[in-house]
């Protein structure tokens, strides 16, 4: 079965520093791979999707990267924090193609920006 | 693009009581329908989804939720809640197969459901 893994669970950061998470998916191949921002009281906003390694496609323009080094790894990085960086990051997981997207979330990593 | 509306931000209902989550949409092309839960602190949960064929869906937790073209809506149901219902509750839209949109989900702002003793 697939599992989707997101590390840390929580981060406090201050303003100005650089920021790095990661999802990584066991059991399966190829996924498209998704990151999502939750902010307080606010709905889920996508940020970056890959369809294959080294292929990001960026939904929203922010202080935010993605990478995509390994098949089943996704990374979310930023060089210089912002406050209205904290939120709740999820990353999730679909099968790969154009087909039927349903999409498995993650843990979520809550990150804090002072 | 699709966008998702739902109508209401918090739910309050009696145990053992049954409730519905309104949801709309919108879209100029087909489109694929997901709820999902999201307990606290913790990532979302797929509850039903509704991709082709019968317009009533059943999920996990003893959920339904009915898709209506022609209102564009596919509210969430649930004939009698218990305590452990409480969390907030996504409608989703993504485009339906063969587009190039990759799957990708918007999502409405989200229902807290809070179920009391």
């Known amino acids: 079965s697939q599992t989707i893994h997101q590390w840390p669970a929580t981060l406090v950061q201050p303003v100005g520093s650089p920021l790095s998470l990661e999802c990584t998916v066991e059991?399966?191949?190829?996924?498209?791979l998704y990151w999502y921002r939750q902010a307080a009281g606010r709905g889920l906003q996508l940020l970056f999707y890959?369809?294959?390694?080294?292929?990001i496609s960026s939904e929203v323009p922010q202080n935010l990267s993605a990478s995509r080094p390994q098949d089943r790894q996704f990374i979310l990085s930023s060089k210089k924090l912002l406050l209205s960086d904290s939120g709740f990051y999820l990353c999730?997981?679909?099968?790969?193609?154009?087909?039927?997207?349903?999409?498995?979330f993650g843990p979520g990593t809550r990150l804090l920006v002072l | 693009a699709q966008s998702v509306t739902q109508l209401d931000s918090q739910v309050p209902v009696f145990e053992e009581a049954p409730v519905e989550l309104r949801c709309n949409y919108s879209s100029s092309v087909s489109v694929y329908l997901f709820w999902y839960v999201q307990y606290p602190n913790q990532g979302l949960q797929l509850l039903l989804k509704y991709l082709s064929g019968s317009t009533l869906v059943k999920g996990i937790n003893g959920f339904e939720a009915e898709f209506n073209k022609s209102q564009t809506s596919f509210h969430l149901r649930k004939p009698s809640v218990h305590i452990s219902d409480t969390a907030e509750y996504f409608c989703a839209v993504s485009e339906a197969a063969g587009g190039t949109s990759y799957g990708k989900l918007t999502f409405g702002q989200g229902t807290i459901l809070t179920v009391h003793p």
């Open positions: 059991g399966t191949s190829n996924p498209n």
């Open positions: 890959s369809v294959g390694i080294g292929q």
């Open positions: 999730a997981w679909s099968a790969p193609g154009t087909g039927v997207a349903t999409q498995y």
